[in-house]
């Protein structure tokens, strides 16, 4: 079987499409033939060392998270999945192993794949999915027609971010790259602003939900923006965001962790054509190693980039 891994922590020369083999699931654990996996930040922050205080220095590494899939063996204790089912999910982020033509997860960290949904779509969900969802509707206390400001909405969370708002009927005003702006003409938002230019004056207090996806919007941006009774949502680790969640109730630091819950009904939502989540790019497993390196210098395109397996 062919993995991509790498033997230490580094930039995009240390990954290799290798030979491995996994030892058989163990208890709570599922082996799964991976159809379809996404690419997100995390994959290449792992290995660059992001975690490695607790991640450790065995090697090799596997890499990629979110994945769609049939279940090829399962270990002692699962129930609810058996050899053949589709299912959709994620990796653990400590034993990551996506981008694989096999993989190991545990049995709470999938879902059953609905057959309407094509692999390639269900493995684009979790991660990027489920962050935006605890973002707006567990930090932002998203209700229905209410204003929500997404800055750095052309990624994959900020698209995710957009197609959960869109279900709550928000009003929505988003903030790209100039190369971005184009891919927003037919979403029917409320606004879209290049990042590159100031904030508009009119936009003072105008938003219930200030979600910052990128990371690039300073404090007193979203303070200019947010309505007295908003909040500012952060997922960016940093001391600031942190300290400002546990001081202020108007602020809200948010991690995606999976919860099997939200992306059910995230994938519920994707088979009714309720939410959308655009894949900018595909590649084969051997061809993936490029466009990874390709999308961690910064070339990318709006929505997410998947590996097809086979």
């Given at each position: 079987?062919?993995?991509?891994?790498?033997?230490?922590?580094?930039?995009?020369?240390?990954?290799?499409?290798?030979?491995?083999?996994?030892?058989?699931?163990?208890?709570n654990e599922l082996l799964v033939r991976v159809e379809a996996a996404s690419i997100n930040p995390?994959?290449?922050?792992?290995?660059?060392?992001?975690?490695?205080?607790?991640?450790?220095?065995?090697?090799?590494?596997?890499?990629?998270?979110?994945?769609?899939?049939?279940?090829?063996?399962?270990?002692?204790?699962?129930?609810?999945?058996?050899?053949?089912?589709?299912?959709?999910?994620?990796?653990?982020?400590?034993?990551?192993?996506?981008?694989?033509?096999?993989?190991?997860?545990?049995?709470?960290?999938?879902?059953?794949?609905?057959?309407?949904?094509?692999?390639?779509?269900?493995?684009?969900?979790?991660?990027?999915?489920?962050?935006?969802?605890?973002?707006?509707?567990?930090?932002?206390?998203?209700?229905?027609?209410?204003?929500?400001?997404?800055?750095?909405?052309?990624?994959?969370?900020?698209?995710?971010?957009?197609?959960?708002?869109?279900?709550?009927?928000?009003?929505?005003?988003?903030?790209?790259?100039?190369?971005?702006?184009?891919?927003?003409?037919?979403?029917?938002?409320?606004?879209?602003?290049?990042?590159?230019?100031?904030?508009?004056?009119?936009?003072?207090?105008?938003?219930?939900?200030?979600?910052?996806?990128?990371?690039?919007?300073?404090?007193?941006?979203?303070?200019?923006?947010?309505?007295?009774?908003?909040?500012?949502?952060?997922?960016?680790?940093?001391?600031?965001?942190?300290?400002?969640?546990?001081?202020?109730?108007?602020?809200?630091?948010?991690?995606?962790?999976?919860?099997?819950?939200?992306?059910?009904?995230?994938?519920?939502?994707?088979?009714?054509?309720?939410?959308?989540?655009?894949?900018?790019?595909?590649?084969?497993?051997?061809?993936?190693?490029?466009?990874?390196?390709?999308?961690?210098?910064?070339?990318?395109?709006?929505?997410?980039?998947?590996?097809?397996?086979?």
């Amino acid at each position: 079987m062919l993995r991509i891994q790498y033997h230490k922590y580094g930039g995009p020369e240390v990954m290799r499409l290798e030979t491995y083999e996994l030892p058989p699931p163990g208890k709570n654990e599922l082996l799964v033939r991976v159809e379809a996996a996404s690419i997100n930040p995390l994959d290449w922050k792992l290995r660059q060392g992001f975690m490695k205080f607790m991640m450790g220095g065995r090697f090799p590494r596997a890499m990629g998270m979110d994945f769609s899939g049939i279940v090829e063996r399962v270990g002692s204790g699962v129930t609810g999945f058996g050899r053949g089912d589709a299912v959709l999910g994620q990796t653990p982020m400590m034993k990551p192993g996506a981008f694989a033509e096999m993989a190991i997860t545990t049995a709470d960290l999938v879902i059953r794949k609905p057959d309407s949904l094509s692999g390639p779509a269900a493995a684009a969900l979790p991660t990027v999915a489920v962050t935006a969802w605890r973002a707006l509707v567990d930090g932002g206390k998203l209700k229905a027609g209410q204003s929500v400001f997404i800055n750095g909405a052309s990624g994959g969370v900020g698209q995710a971010a957009i197609a959960v708002a869109r279900t709550f009927g928000a009003v929505i005003t988003a903030r790209a790259g100039p190369s971005s702006l184009a891919s927003f003409a037919d979403l029917g938002l409320a606004r879209v602003l290049d990042y590159t230019q100031p904030v508009p004056d009119d936009l003072k207090g105008a938003f219930d939900v200030v979600f910052d996806c990128h990371g690039s919007l300073r404090p007193a941006a979203e303070a200019f923006l947010t309505r007295r009774s908003g909040i500012v949502v952060n997922i960016d680790p940093t001391m600031g965001n942190l300290i400002r969640s546990l001081v202020s109730r108007r602020h809200s630091f948010i991690r995606g962790v999976m919860s099997t819950s939200i992306l059910q009904k995230v994938a519920e939502l994707a088979v009714a054509g309720q939410f959308t989540l655009p894949i900018s790019r595909t590649a084969s497993l051997s061809e993936s190693i490029s466009l990874i390196g390709q999308l961690e210098a910064g070339n990318r395109l709006p929505g997410k980039s998947v590996i097809v397996m086979g």
